[in-house]
């Protein structure tokens, strides 16, 4: 077996720079191949069978090959099955020197990996346009190559990156937890129970309670408007304002002439957020609100709404009321205006604050929502049960009308109930 030789043109293989490999068992025939495409300034490797043709191909990166198709030993058919097996996915071109004619016979050429075929003997100048046409293709399939390369590794660096973001939410949904950390209060006179699920990794919602004096208490429900991290931030922003083991800087709560601490009248209140929200913070975001002074003593309840949805009363004779003054959402407007309004909590009675994503939950199969009317159907039918066990059949009745498990907006939602 003659060992390969190379011959160097005096300038690299116009596109890529490496070699077309010649085979063929005829050194007269590489010859003359090797002369004609070194005249054309292509680099040559030449190797007189389909075996050493392999061996030339795992030392020498070779992605042109002109084959003789009939050879003893691995003919030129064999070889190209065997050479395409080594390529694998990469680019290459493969043409078969051929006397064959036969359809058949030509067909089998093509199913075996051959690009072209060239008569033999050959003509220069079909044999030049034929390679230029290989280059052509060859030239396109690395570039597509470098590309769907290139488009790997960004997808694997974006992945690499989603996976961080992915964490990092992970980690301010339990953040987020933590703004409401139990979800059960017994209080004097009367009991809260707490419903929170964000939507997403986190959520614009936000409910609580904290203690004004003994018998009397300040609760409130918060929506920010949109989804994602702004929400949450916006919403953490509001929770430390309504911080209820802080009262020093709880924005609701105050001191009266004798010392003593009172809160705000809730009206007052949204005008110091929407102030704050317009001046300090710098972001289109709003948010919707109830905010209510509970005095349980009394039943007393002073409540201002700015656009949240209506809160509801459950009265113990199995009514249920829908309460409202309306209002515009906070951070809105400059100078909005906010009231109050009261309402009278017998014994029994319970106070219910939600966001919209209850009553704008969908319906199973439908394009409806629940809204109000079958809400009040919803809290009818779940009316016995009280505390934390009326919000768990809150949400398995939630559930069950919109066939979710996840919902398309966060749910949240204050009981309070009045018990002596």
């Known amino acids: 077996m003659n060992a390969p030789m190379l011959v160097k043109t005096a300038e690299d293989r116009t596109d890529q720079g490496r070699p077309i490999l010649v085979v063929d068992d005829s050194r007269a025939h590489r010859r003359l191949l090797t002369k004609t495409l070194a005249r054309w300034g292509y680099t040559t490797i030449e190797a007189d069978s389909g075996e050493s043709a392999l061996a030339i191909c795992r030392s020498v990166e070779v992605d042109f090959v002109i084959s003789d198709w009939m050879m003893p030993g691995m003919s030129g058919i064999a070889f190209c099955r ?6 694998g996915t990469k680019p290459a071109y493969f043409i078969l020197l051929t006397a064959q004619t036969e359809r058949e016979v030509l067909a089998e050429g093509l199913e075996s990996g051959a690009d072209d075929f060239l008569s033999k003997p050959f003509n220069t100048v079909e044999m030049k346009a034929r390679i230029t046409a290989g280059e052509r293709v060859l ?7 470098k590309k769907n390369d290139l488009l790997t590794k960004t997808l694997g660096e974006l992945q690499d990156l989603y996976s961080a973001i992915d964490r990092d939410l992970l980690e ?24 929170y699920e964000p939507s997403g990794h986190v959520g614009g919602d936000l409910v609580g309670v904290f203690p004004i004096s003994e018998k009397r208490y300040g609760i409130y429900a918060v929506d920010v408007a949109g989804h994602g991290v702004a929400s949450a931030l916006m919403t953490a922003r509001i929770a430390g304002l309504l911080n209820p083991s802080s ?22 209140v949204c005008t110091a957020l929407n102030d704050l929200l317009l001046a300090e913070i710098e972001t289109d ?40 003054s309306y209002g515009m959402p906070i ?21 219910l604050l939600h966001s919209d994503g209850i009553t704008e939950c969908p319906l199973h199969g439908s394009e409806t929502l629940l809204e109000e009317e079958g809400f009040e159907a919803l809290l009818l039918e779940i009316f016995e049960n009280s505390g934390v066990d009326f919000i ?3 949400h398995d009745g939630l559930s069950k009308v919109s066939g979710l498990n996840d919902f398309p907006d966060d749910l949240s939602a204050v009981l309070l109930e009045r018990t002596a």
């Open 82 to 87: 065997a050479f395409r097996e080594y390529m």
């Open 139 to 145: 030239s396109a399939q690395l570039d597509l190559k």
């Open 172 to 195: 301010a949904r339990l953040f987020q937890q933590a703004l409401v950390p139990e979800r059960h209060f017994s209080l004097s006179g009367g009991t809260a129970s707490l419903l």
């Open 247 to 268: 009262p020093e800087r709880n924005l609701a709560l105050t001191t009266d002439d004798k010392g003593a601490r009172v809160m705000r009248p809730p009206d007052e």
């Open 285 to 324: 975001r709003y948010l919707t609100m109830v905010l209510a002074d509970v005095d349980l003593e009394s039943g007393r309840v002073t409540l201002s709404q700015a656009g949240h949805p209506s809160p509801a009363i459950l009265r113990s004779d199995r009514t249920v009321e829908y309460v409202s």
């Open 331 to 351: 951070g809105l407007i400059p100078n909005a205006e906010f009231s109050t309004f009261e309402i009278q909590l017998c014994v029994g009675d319970r106070l």
């Open 392 to 394: 768990n059949a809150l």
